[in-house]
């Protein structure tokens, strides 16, 4: 069964909800989840350029995803699995459970085909790598409305590393290997013959590509996503 739709969708006392009033239209209805502000804000610009799309809510929790849904009553959910409250894959069969009529995309900076495959097999319409071009998103979330998409959409050519796939040059790779050692930033550029202050720049370019805040949550889903390898060796 689908959400029933209602007029104006009020945000209540829900904290960090974010809903946008129902207009009559025949738009592709989107809610937007995804704990990173930057990346949440890039995915609205890429669907509003597009006039067959909506952007009906936003929610930055896992826990205020099966809310969201019922409140705003999207077509589509696309969807990040990591977010505090509850995981990506936790919201997807809730919502493939309550509201099978809804589709659901998952994004990821993930490229393991077994993450993969166990999104899909759970009912997503759809698997989107982080790396995709912005211009592309409108034209796979329409393939996944219509059921068309059968495989993970921006994966990396064969050859190309996970770092890659997140979009990071190899300089910005350089560095968030050498961050993810516990380096600072003055160490990094002595190792790098750079300097600090290009480090930096180099660094905020990282936040954005991976949707992190700090270098703690850099170093966390570099390893997370084998972006960088593991210190713990093989035994």
Known sequence: MRPARGGTVGIGD???????????TTSIRVLICDD??????????ALEGSPDFEVVGEASSG????????????????????MPGADGLTCLGQIR????????????????ENVIQTVLK?????YIVKSINPI???????????GTVYSAIGLPEA????ARAAGLTEREAAILSALARGLSNEAIGKELWIAEQTVKFHLTNIYRKLGVANRTEAARLAYQHGLVESPIGDH
């Open 159 to 162: 050859g190309d590393s996970a």
């Open 122 to 126: 759970r009912g997503a319409s759809a």
């Open 136 to 146: 592309d998103l409108p034209s796979v979330l329409r393939q996944a409305m219509e």
């Open 97 to 112: 459970k309550r509201y099978p009529d809804v589709k659901v995309v998952v994004l990821s900076v993930s490229t393991d």
């Open 14 to 24: 829900y904290h960090n909800l974010t809903a946008l009033d129902e207009e009559p």
């Open 63 to 82: 826990s205020q995803v099966l809310t969201m849904v019922g409140r705003t009553t999207p077509d589509l959910v696309l969807l990040d699995l990591r």
């Open 36 to 45: 990173h502000r930057l990346i949440l804000d890039g995915i609205k610009r």
